[in-house]
């Protein structure tokens, strides 16, 4: 019997967006203040959605 695949996130928390895009936590606070990258609040928690980080992504190897 197999285990089903638990579905990729939609969004993280800010350290592991963070690890994910291989910045520290001061770069990717610059990136959200910046408009770069998209976050949204539950209660108190700021979470980083997962589409924004791939679209960051894919706009710098784009521009570069």
Do not use: F, W
């Amino acid at each position: 019997m197999t285990v089903p695949r638990s579905p990729d996130p939609i969004c993280v928390r800010v350290n592991d967006a963070a690890r994910m895009i291989g910045v520290g936590r001061t770069k990717l606070y610059e990136l959200i203040a910046a408009g770069e990258i998209e976050t949204v609040k539950l209660g108190k928690a700021t979470r980083i959605t997962t589409a924004s980080l791939h679209d960051l992504i894919r706009r710098q190897r784009e521009a570069g």
